[in-house]
């Protein structure tokens, strides 16, 4: 009576390091943490979760391993972590018995209930081990008082609604499923759960409680992994649809949370898995899913591959809807590589469709679609006249989200015009509607699109402002495309300012994302843009190197609007280099292209080619440059390719 419980946590990564290293240095005098192993070593302690009994029994291994060694057995650390001091208790000379030692006095339910929430990744709710682990000798009311035990005797951690194992605890629990001989069944329902609790959340991952459900599905992100992991491992065509079914259904979550890759390799997986008579629906939303991800990385080739099977499939079973959205997103594909007639006629054919069948919320979406094409070519009076009518659409509907990216659409009509007061004014009401409903991604987006207004209008500290408010929006998000986007922003308005060390800190960080990211055409973005900061700092054998690998990633990507992008980069370069008649040539074939495909050369860029293009003027002559210009103009964006890549 009286006594209180007060919980040791584990160790914090610098303390368990220094155990390390101090337990290390017993083994071996001359063992010390450097540059070359530190990594391994902090590795190692963060994969104990910073218990100091496991890291004691790590850190002797070092007479006989490498740290990089011990890293690479802890899936076997109950055979690696023995031999502890001699003076020890037997419970405290090997993990194994220690963790044994604490299972040994648990009941029978216990017990049971310890293995199988083993199955839980990155950790679990109440309600997830209710559904997952209640049944036989652990009925569904007992799971919280079980659970409660278990927390009390610091085998499952609690907290903030939350429950975790250590992941030396799971592992251990995974051995005892095994025993009970219920590993199967479990990861079943495991599965199961999480593939209703992913259905459940697809409709409301894009309206007014978006945020509420993308963050309850990032606290179970490990375990959605790992359901669609098990569906592929089970292998059998009703694992595999469902499978399938649970990558799709989680596209927006893929998506705005920047798991492309994740998903993109989850669902990639699924297919490769299929062994015939899986649900045709849910195969060919997988594939729909997957363009998705593909698209979003800029892997154009391999998202139209998808978009083209899935949409075979949605004909064959007559799928009016799936055709459509395979429909937009190829045109989407066509639009992002610059093949605008063919991204116009997809998107035509699917407003069509749309009004046919009384999608009216499609049909708004579709005319969004036709003016970011009309836009992209120049033909702004199109453009507004599309969204004017999307906008009514979405009005007549009440969808204010739908309202948001109409305004928003206008916004950028007006700045691209020059008219930055309306631009302002349209940016202001899409973000006044995002703070009404409560989407905190698009008010980060709707910050950059006023910090774009306020850079183009003369005002660069007003623009840093906003870039930074919207970075630390994506940042308490977790989005790491929109960080991206907002770093780029942020170079962008250094690099106009003559601040290059920030400039290139700033693209340096975004490159990173996208690479992370898997972000092709982002990468190719921050290459280039990292080649006109080396430009400016006298970096030229840089400057060509960064954009050679643009041009590259550009080529494969068969990007036309970033390979011209690329061009006029290579153009600045030769300036730079001397090269006067290259930049002449390359100048000429890139403006050609712009005009053949309809690709307006943006304001701001267009202000920072001006400088270049007249030094190559006055070092040509007028006659000269003119003749040169007009000989680029003739050439292939193949040729001007070539041309750019063989210097002399």
């Excluded at 391994?40 to 218990?51: F, M, P, Q, Y």
């Excluded at 995974?174 to 609790?197: I, P, T």
């Excluded at 998506?255 to 492309?260: F, G």
């Excluded at 990007?559 to 090269?579: D, K, M, N, S, T």
Aim: proline share 2%; aromatic share 8%; hydrophobic share 40%.
């Amino acid at each position: 009576a009286g006594e209180q419980t007060m919980r040791i946590p584990s160790l914090a990564e610098r303390e368990a390091v220094e155990l390390f290293v101090e337990r290390a240095r017993l083994q071996q005098p001359l063992f010390a943490l450097s540059e070359v192993n530190r990594t391994a070593v902090e590795a190692v302690c963060t994969r104990l979760d910073g218990i100091p009994l496991a890291i004691e029994l790590a850190a002797a291994r070092v007479r006989a391993m490498s740290v990089e060694q011990i890293g690479d057995r802890l899936d076997q650390r109950f055979r690696l972590l023995t031999g502890g001091s001699r003076h020890l208790l037997p419970r405290q000379q090997t993990l194994r018995a220690l963790i044994d030692w604490s299972y040994d006095l648990l009941g029978e339910s216990e017990r049971l209930l310890l293995a199988r929430v083993s199955v839980f990744v990155g950790g679990f709710s109440l309600e997830g081990c209710e559904g997952v682990c209640s049944g036989g000798l652990v009925e569904e009311w007992e799971v919280l008082d079980l659970l409660t035990s278990l927390v009390d005797k610091s085998l499952v951690q609690y907290e903030e609604g939350r429950y975790r194992l250590l992941e030396t605890v799971r592992l251990y629990g995974l051995e005892k499923l095994a025993e009970f001989g219920e590993s199967a069944a479990v990861r079943c329902s495991h599965r199961d759960w999480h593939a209703a609790l992913a259905g459940e959340a697809k409709p409301h991952l894009t309206g007014a409680e978006q945020g509420e459900w993308l963050a309850k599905l990032e606290q179970e992100y490990g375990n959605l992994c790992a359901a669609i992991e098990w569906c592929r491992e089970e292998g059998s065509v009703e694992a595999v649809s469902r499978g399938l079914q649970m990558g799709a259904d989680l596209q927006s979550f893929w998506e705005v949370r920047s798991h492309w890759q994740a998903g993109r390799e989850l669902i990639e997986g699924l297919l490769a898995a299929r062994i015939g008579g899986e649900d045709a629906s849910a195969v060919a939303g997988a594939l729909l899913c997957a363009g998705w991800m593909c698209l979003r990385q800029g892997d154009y080739p391999a998202a139209r591959g998808y978009y083209e099977q899935s949409l075979a499939i949605y004909r064959e079973i007559a799928d009016s809807n799936g055709e459509a959205a395979c429909l937009n997103c190829l045109g989407l594909a066509a639009m992002y590589t610059g093949s605008y007639a063919e991204a116009l006629s997809s998107f035509d054919q699917v407003l069509v469709m749309h009004r046919k069948t009384g999608n009216r919320d499609g049909e708004a979406a579709c005319l969004n679609n036709l003016a970011n094409v009309s836009r992209r070519t120049g033909d702004y009076s199109a453009a507004q006249t599309y969204l004017e009518q999307a906008f009514a659409i979405y009005q007549e509907l009440g969808n204010r989200l739908g309202e948001a990216g109409c305004l928003g659409s206008l916004g950028n009509v007006a700045r691209e015009t020059g008219d930055y007061a309306t631009a302002g004014g349209y940016f202001e009401q899409t973000l006044a509607i995002c703070l009404e409903i409560g989407n905190r991604i698009w008010e980060a987006g709707c910050l950059i699109n006023l910090g774009n207004v306020a850079r183009d209008n003369g005002d660069p500290a007003a623009a840093l402002r906003y870039y930074e408010q919207a970075r630390a929006i994506f940042l308490l998000l977790g989005d790491r495309l929109g960080e991206s986007v907002c770093l780029n922003a942020l170079g962008a308005v250094s690099l106009n300012a003559g601040e290059y060390a920030a400039a290139g800190s700033y693209f340096e960080q975004a490159l990173g994302i996208c690479r992370e990211l898997g972000n092709r055409l982002g990468e190719a973005g921050c290459l280039n843009n990292l080649g006109a900061v080396s430009l400016n700092t006298g970096g030229c054998p840089a400057a060509r190197g960064y954009f050679e690998q643009a041009l590259a990633v550009s080529r494969k990507l068969g990007a036309a609007p970033r390979i011209i992008e690329v061009l006029e980069g290579f153009a600045a370069y030769c300036c730079v280099a001397a090269e006067y008649q290259r930049a002449a040539l390359l100048y000429g074939a890139a403006a050609e292209l712009r005009i053949v495909m309809g690709i307006p050369l943006p304001h701001p860029d267009a202000d920072q080619q001006q400088k270049w293009r007249e030094k190559c003027e006055a070092a040509l002559g007028t006659e000269h440059y003119a003749a040169c210009l007009q000989q680029g103009s003739e050439l292939t964006m193949e040729q001007a390719c070539e041309l750019a890549l063989n210097h002399e």
